[in-house]
């Protein structure tokens, strides 16, 4: 047979008692805050150093569509002046201008060797090339 079983109780020490379902109380720990301190600072950082960057860039980018629009105007204003001064009219102007008039007669000059009229250009390109060629 067996004996019944009683629970064992510690040896009671002065000054100590259990307490059940309470939790250990700890100080809290000051390294740990520091750090997460530290991140934080370093987070807040990076956050502005980026907008930073960011503002720069888009006054850089705004800059450039500046010179773009200016570069832009001032090419159409380029294609302005070349059609005005390509234009039939001025051309005839400052012909007459300078003493040009039209000729009273056209003479059609032949060169011989050069094919016909009605050969193709390809063909009058190669005829004057050797004839060219030949020539000191």
């Known amino acids: 047979m067996t004996a019944p079983a009683h629970p064992l109780r510690a040896p009671a020490a002065p000054g100590l008692r259990v307490v059940i379902g309470a939790r250990a109380r700890r100080r809290p720990r000051v390294g740990s805050w520091l750090l997460l301190t530290a991140v934080l600072l370093v987070a807040f950082f990076l956050l502005i150093y980026s907008r930073i960057a960011l503002d720069r860039s888009a006054f850089v980018l705004q800059e450039v569509n500046r010179q773009t629009a200016v570069e832009e105007a001032r090419y159409w204003q380029l294609r302005l002046e ?54 000191p």
Do not use: C, H, N
């Open 82 to 135: 070349a059609a005005e001064l390509q234009a039939p009219e001025r051309i005839l102007e400052r012909a007459q201008e300078m003493g040009f008039v039209y000729p009273e007669s056209v003479q059609v000059v032949e060169v011989p060797g050069m094919g016909s009229a009605g050969t193709g250009t390809e063909e009058r390109w190669a005829d004057l090339k050797a004839l060219l060629g030949a020539q």
